[in-house]
């Protein structure tokens, strides 16, 4: 993360941004996937503590992020945003956190390496507690309780007590999220994320027989750090990195708690992430989430599914980005393989035509997913990485610039989505499936995409 939160953090009022002028006319809007709070009291006492504590990130941080955002929507850098589908709180451990940031800063290496661009690294980490769900209920054997929402909602037990809607859960959150960016300052500027360290640990994943034909890039990477060494590179500066958060911003009532008035400029900041994103299920343009997040500071993302239209696409550019500012607004494609090449190219050329210069971003998850034959949310690699391609292909025919990935992807060695060099099979699920919610790559499928997509990057930036 940037060296100036410190600084930055004198400039942000800590308290609630209470008067700040239509901030809260998302109130008296349409509003989707809200919790139905069993608790009048415990809402209200939860509300009132999240809007007297700290940020958790800090309006200069944001700037930056805006500013990196901003040289990726002009082709001069790359995104890399990965992560959990949904976090909980018992697995934000030291190790769970570590593994995940590690695979991101491995991925990012060798995407860098292929583009000769900087990668902006970006986690799905420290806020993505909660998560939209098409049935407000699920039924098991009969019983029929409240669907699980993520943790900052309701408990993944299947039990009336455990899924009830807690708002003291959304202070749980907060707090998960603060330890979970301290672990993430302390990797990322501390020497974790050192250049030589992470190559290293990629050496290891091509020593796999079964990512061998990555070898060669390694290889050529190796090299030009060994080069960088003997021209006398400054490597200490090399042991940290930028890191950023996001989340999607679901739940408004625990966004707007933590929204701040930055004194330097009077303007609010979402202080819950750096960078947050409304969703497919609820980026209507009179909904109450568009609303909001066009009033923050914030760099704001779009999911946008293969229904999106070109106009919907300008409409919310108007809405959220009036003064076509670049770095403001991505839009995040989950079109599905069997879609993309057919319905992204007319939705790029209608923005394109209209002069708004937008970061463009796949989601390669969440258009293909399916039932495995055992019954278990799957999505298949070769799937997600045919969109992935399917993306810069659309990209390259329009002369436009396919500015980053949003992966679902975990550091840990689990079974939940099918096939790459070192398959994982549907009889893995039975002792290696660990999601709530998504399926999500793991640490080796992470680290092949990033493989696969350098020569795809490589091309796209010449």
Same mark, same amino acid.
């Given at each position: 993360? =940037?060296? !100036?939160?410190?600084?930055?953090?004198?400039?942000?009022?800590?308290?609630?941004?209470? !008067?700040? =002028?239509?901030?809260?006319?998302?109130?008296?809007? =349409?509003?989707?996937?809200?919790?139905?709070?069993?608790?009048?009291?415990?809402?209200?006492?939860?509300? &009132?503590?999240?809007?007297? +504590?700290? =940020? +958790?990130?800090?309006?200069?941080?944001?700037?930056?992020?805006?500013?990196?955002?901003?040289?990726?929507?002009?082709? *001069?850098?790359?995104?890399?945003?990965?992560?959990?589908?949904?976090?909980?709180? /018992? $697995?934000?451990?030291?190790?769970?956190?570590?593994?995940?940031?590690?695979?991101?800063?491995?991925?990012?290496?060798?995407?860098?390496?292929? $583009?000769?661009? @900087?990668?902006? &690294?970006?986690?799905?980490?420290?806020?993505?507690?909660? *998560?939209?769900?098409? #049935? !407000?209920?699920?039924?098991?054997?009969?019983?029929?309780?409240?669907?699980?929402?993520?943790?900052?909602?309701?408990?993944?037990?299947?039990? @009336?007590?455990?899924?009830?809607?807690?708002? #003291?859960?959304?202070?749980?959150?907060?707090?998960?999220?603060?330890?979970?960016?301290?672990?993430?300052?302390?990797?990322?500027?501390g020497g974790f994320a050192d250049l030589r360290l992470v190559h290293h640990w990629n050496k290891g994943f091509t020593q796999n027989p079964a990512h061998a034909r990555y070898e060669s890039l390694a290889g050529e990477i190796d090299r030009?750090?060994?080069?960088?060494?003997?021209?006398?590179?400054?490597?200490?500066?090399? *042991?940290?990195?930028?890191?950023?958060?996001?989340?999607?911003?679901?739940? +408004?009532?625990?966004?707007?708690? +933590?929204?701040?008035? %930055?004194?330097?400029?009077?303007?609010?900041?979402?202080?819950?992430?750096?960078?947050?994103?409304?969703?497919?299920?609820?980026?209507?343009?009179?909904?109450?989430?568009?609303?909001?997040?066009?009033?923050?500071?914030?760099?704001?993302?779009? &999911?946008?599914?293969?229904?999106?239209?070109? %106009?919907?696409?300008?409409?919310?550019? /108007? &809405?959220?980005? @009036? !003064?076509?500012?670049?770095?403001?607004?991505?839009?995040?494609?989950?079109?599905?393989?069997?879609?993309?090449?057919? *319905?992204l190219p007319a939705l790029v050329q209608k923005v394109t035509d209209s002069g708004a210069q937008v970061l463009w971003v796949t989601d390669p998850m969440h258009g293909n997913t399916v039932t495995s034959p055992n019954g278990y949310k799957?999505?298949?690699? %070769?799937?997600?990485? %045919?969109?992935?391609?399917?993306?810069?292909?659309?990209?390259?025919?329009?002369?436009?610039?396919?500015?980053?990935?949003?992966?679902?992807?975990?550091?840990?060695?689990?079974?939940?989505?099918?096939?790459?060099?070192?398959?994982? /099979?549907q009889e893995a699920f039975l002792t290696r499936y660990e999601s709530v919610c998504d399926p999500r790559l793991n640490h080796m499928q992470s680290l092949e995409m990033a493989f696969l997509v350098s020569g795809a990057l490589a091309q796209?930036?010449?």
């Amino acid at each position: 993360m =940037p060296n !100036n939160f410190i600084d930055s953090a004198a400039r942000l009022g800590q308290a609630g941004a209470a !008067n700040y =002028p239509g901030l809260d006319a998302w109130r008296s809007l =349409p509003i989707s996937q809200q919790p139905s709070w069993q608790d009048e009291d415990v809402y209200q006492a939860s509300i &009132k503590d999240l809007s007297s +504590l700290p =940020p +958790l990130v800090f309006a200069g941080e944001v700037d930056v992020l805006r500013g990196r955002l901003a040289e990726a929507a002009q082709g *001069k850098a790359f995104l890399l945003q990965g992560g959990d589908c949904a976090e909980t709180f /018992d $697995a934000a451990t030291a190790d769970r956190i570590s593994a995940r940031v590690r695979t991101i800063l491995q991925m990012a290496v060798v995407l860098t390496y292929g $583009a000769s661009l @900087p990668v902006i &690294k970006m986690g799905r980490m420290a806020g993505q507690f909660a *998560k939209p769900r098409s #049935s !407000n209920e699920e039924t098991r054997d009969g019983v029929t309780l409240p669907a699980y929402r993520g943790d900052m909602v309701n408990g993944y037990d299947f039990t @009336p007590e455990s899924r009830g809607h807690d708002a #003291s859960r959304l202070v749980k959150a907060y707090h998960t999220s603060a330890s979970t960016l301290n672990l993430i300052r302390a990797f990322t500027q501390g020497g974790f994320a050192d250049l030589r360290l992470v190559h290293h640990w990629n050496k290891g994943f091509t020593q796999n027989p079964a990512h061998a034909r990555y070898e060669s890039l390694a290889g050529e990477i190796d090299r030009a750090i060994r080069f960088m060494e003997a021209c006398g590179s400054d490597f200490e500066a090399l *042991k940290r990195t930028e890191f950023f958060a996001s989340h999607e911003a679901l739940l +408004l009532d625990y966004e707007r708690a +933590l929204t701040r008035i %930055d004194s330097r400029t009077g303007n609010p900041y979402a202080t819950s992430g750096h960078f947050l994103w409304i969703g497919e299920r609820t980026r209507q343009l009179d909904s109450a989430h568009v609303d909001f997040l066009s009033r923050v500071r914030n760099p704001i993302g779009v &999911k946008l599914g293969p229904t999106t239209s070109g %106009d919907d696409a300008l409409r919310l550019i /108007d &809405k959220l980005d @009036p !003064n076509r500012e670049p770095g403001r607004l991505t839009f995040i494609t989950r079109m599905g393989a069997a879609n993309i090449r057919e *319905k992204l190219p007319a939705l790029v050329q209608k923005v394109t035509d209209s002069g708004a210069q937008v970061l463009w971003v796949t989601d390669p998850m969440h258009g293909n997913t399916v039932t495995s034959p055992n019954g278990y949310k799957t999505r298949r690699f %070769d799937d997600v990485i %045919d969109e992935v391609r399917g993306f810069f292909e659309v990209h390259q025919g329009l002369g436009t610039f396919p500015g980053g990935m949003h992966v679902e992807m975990t550091g840990d060695d689990v079974a939940e989505c099918l096939g790459g060099a070192d398959p994982v /099979d549907q009889e893995a699920f039975l002792t290696r499936y660990e999601s709530v919610c998504d399926p999500r790559l793991n640490h080796m499928q992470s680290l092949e995409m990033a493989f696969l997509v350098s020569g795809a990057l490589a091309q796209a930036s010449r």
